[in-house]
Each structure stands twice: as C-alpha cells, then as structure tokens.
C-alpha cells in the first residue's frame, strides 16, 4: 500500500513532464518584417513581435503582441491577439485550422504560418 502511495506522484511527475507539445511552451521573438496595409496600401513595418505560448487545459493559448509603424508614422502597439491552438500531428494548430505552427528541427526556430518569418525562442 505504501509503495503505490509513492509511486503515483513520481508517475505524476513524469506524465506533465513528457506532455505533448511542450517544445512551443516560452516566449518567442520574430524579427522586423513589413507588408502592405490591405485597407490604405500603406508599408506596414512590424517592428517587435512578440508571442508567448502557454498550455491552456488540453490546449495551448498564443498571445500575440506586435508593435507597427505604417507610413513613416510613430509606432504603436496592435491589441494582444489571443489565439486557442491545439497539438496535433507534430503542428500547434490555431482553432479553426486555418494555421499551424511547426517547430524547424535544424535551427529550433518557430515558423509562423504566414510566411513571415521565423521566431526564435527568448529567455
């Protein structure tokens, strides 16, 4: 009896440890990237983004935070972008399917669905 009652926290322990997807878990970083408004037409530079990745029940919660600059203009922050993701075949696939993100095995970085670039992971 007393022998189970210390096994099952250790079988705990290792269980969390070993979770599927817990190589995207931490902050990400991507470099400058730039685009066009779709709206003005205007250049878009992307000057910090930053996203964060956290186990959110069964799930996993992306939040995303970008400071812009569009024509030339001050930067300015774009609202926190919340995305629900799950793990699913090697991918952390954002709700709905319409994007995954994969982890490169070469340089570790975080390749982002739109093609954008990558992100590298932050201490």
């Known amino acids: 009896m007393k022998r189970r009652w210390m096994i099952s926290p250790v079988l705990l322990v290792m269980t969390a440890c070993g ?30 983004d930053t996203m964060t990745i956290e186990r959110n029940g069964d799930g ?9 600059t569009q024509g030339g203009g001050k930067p ?11 793990y699913k075949d090697g991918q952390l696939q954002v709700a709905g399917g319409l994007a995954a993100y994969v982890i490169d095995k070469a340089s570790g970085h975080l390749v982002a669905p739109d093609g954008g670039g990558e992100f590298t992971r932050t201490k």
Do not use: M
């Open 19 to 48: 979770q599927s997807g817990s190589e995207y878990v931490g902050k990400w970083e991507r470099g400058k990237t730039s685009h066009e408004n779709g709206f003005s037409g205007a250049q878009v530079n992307v000057v910090k």
């Open 76 to 86: 300015f922050i774009y609202p926190d972008n919340k995305q629900p993701a799950i």
């Open 60 to 68: 996993f919660l992306l939040n995303n935070t970008r400071v812009l």
